[in-house]
């Protein structure tokens, strides 16, 4: 696994016209693909020029949504992107093929917030705010299965087989987190409560399938174990907010994603346009980053873990009253040092402790 320096931080990609609401890497090569506010889909090849700085070559864009793209990942091979979007589709691009155009591969009754490929099921799954979750074969556009969930889906995860899907609020203000086992994926072997007291923004699995980390609007993030016996492993922690003492006021900020890395670290990142890298068996901040001029809306390490990718670009946190006069969007790319995203020993009891 080849990981690069410092040296290589910020390189900025453009050429988006909205923001950025999804960003993902080709399990295969370094190719990135990004869903916009403004219906498209776009990829780039990612590669290091002879001064081991990124370059970003523009391959392909597909204009096949007529709503802003919410989601996108890619297939197994690395051949297609998937992609969900509120105009309640899901659509397949096969980016291998020269001029090839989206396909409708399922329909939902409201937005689509999330769609993945599951290539062990040869199936994309897909989970929206008509309150369902559906299972697509590329052959037909009726759905394989339909799960119904108890509110709109608000974030989801997939590695085989462990399904995760956290929802909006029910009228008794209830966030569920629904876990599924994709070989029998007609009902969730467990549903709870989010561990989160505000609206859930992100969920991310452990890597090892044992766990995620849940990110809501209040500036916290989740870490939570599946299995009943590891339950006082899990904790919780504040992030993404100003120091008052520096800033005379504290601010807090939406975790807008999390993404974890193939050493088990994890990245979180938010409105306050900063990211951090985290240790979560140590509950230790490994990295902070310096805040960008806007909101980081989306992130993702690539499959060999040594370019972070993320998205900059207003995320309407604020509202209507948060747009700024010269709106930014563009994805950065960061080199990963490995140092930085290496598990440390742990540390004396009470310090750099998750705070509850």
Known sequence: MAFGGAANADTKVGGMTDGISSIAWSPTADHLVAGTWDNKVMWWDVQRNASQQFMAQPRAESVGHTGPVLDVSFSGDGQSVISASADHTVMLWNIAQAGAKAQVVGKHAAPVKCARMVPEMGLIVSGSWDKTVMYWDTRQQVPVMTVQLPERCYAMDVRHPLLLVATAATANKEKHILQYDLTRPQAPVNQFLSPL????R?????????????????GRVGIHHLDAHAQSKNFAFKCHRTDPKAHGKKFIFPVNTICFHPFGTFSTAGADGAFNFWDKENKQRLKQFPAKEAPISASAFNAQGSIFAYAVGYDW?????????QPVNYIGLQSVDQKDVTPRAPVAQGRGRGRR
Request: hydrophobic share 35%; charged share 20%.
């Open 317 to 325: 946190s604020r509202g209507v009253d948060g747009v700024p006069n």
């Open 202 to 218: 992100c969920i991310a699995a452990f890597p090892d399938k044992s766990g995620f980390a849940i990110g809501s609007v209040e």
């Open 197 to 200: 007291k505000h609206m859930t």
